[in-house]
């Protein structure tokens, strides 16, 4: 059920000028009873003026008479014609002026590492505009040289939940379009549960000295220790071809 505006003040009006139970006062008002209470014995909503639901046309004395005579009889918000077809404005994302300085940033990793995001996607995920994304989709923004890729839920300009979800929906839908994917862009797709639930994969070594002791199956071990085999002591490793007949020659 709607609730009245300034629901408070409409319930310090109730209480000072009816009769009406405190029950009923709490139900149209969306309160609870014991703060209605509070605010008839002046513990709760003190200083607070009054906000009268007839002349703002939320009630009706006819109404409010009915309630008066029948303890059970529930409050009814007035019909207002003008509210009609009112539906609730659609936008980008509110973003606190705190964290406005980091939205192009947010976007930038959002672009790099998901390019799949559609810049409507993008746009409520961070809370900005499509030319901005744009603009940063074709290196043309003002700041861009300036500009580095950070996670927007890092940042906290959106939850990881939406950010998997706005993910996944991509995917199925590039999965629809029939379109072919990357390895890479199918990692990408994965939320971060599915992500973290993967076996780790084995990585090449990063370094020049991990390449001293990298090898890529047990059988380059092998190899190693039947070569090492071979040149046990001095005499097999300088026993070269030929040099039992010199040593027979050199002999009176």
Not at 16 to 35: P, S, V, Y
Not at 111 to 137: A, M, N, W, Y
């Amino acid at each position: 059920m709607s609730k009245p505006i300034m629901a408070k003040a409409t319930a310090v009006w109730l209480v000072d000028n009816t009769t009406i139970t405190f029950k009923q006062i709490a139900d149209f008002t969306g309160m609870h009873e014991l703060e209605v209470q509070g605010i008839a014995d002046g513990d709760v909503a003190a200083g607070v003026k009054g906000f009268d639901p007839i002349s703002n046309n939320q009630l009706t004395q006819d109404e409010i008479d009915k309630a008066e005579k029948d303890p059970l009889h529930k409050l009814k918000l007035k019909f207002n014609s003008a509210a009609v077809g009112e539906e609730k404005r659609r936008g980008p994302r509110y973003t606190p002026l705190s964290k406005r300085q980091d939205r192009p940033n947010a976007i930038l990793w959002l672009v790099k590492f998901h390019p799949e995001l559609s810049d409507g996607q993008i746009s409520k995920l961070v809370g900005t505009t499509k030319p901005t994304i744009q603009s940063i989709r074709e290196r043309t923004h003002w700041n861009i040289a300036n500009m580095q890729p950070i996670d927007p839920v890092a940042l906290g300009l959106c939850k990881q939940t939406e950010l998997d979800a706005a993910v996944q929906k991509a995917a199925q839908k590039r999965a629809a379009e029939g379109a072919a994917m990357t390895d890479d862009e199918r990692r990408k797709l994965l939320s971060t549960e599915q992500s973290l639930g993967m076996e780790a994969e084995p990585r090449m070594p990063t370094a020049i000295e991990g390449l001293e002791t990298f090898s890529f199956s047990e059988d380059d071990d092998e190899d190693e220790k039947e070569s090492e085999g071979n040149f046990a002591d001095a005499d097999s490793f300088f026993n070269l071809p030929g040099d039992s007949k010199d040593d027979e020659d050199e002999q009176p």
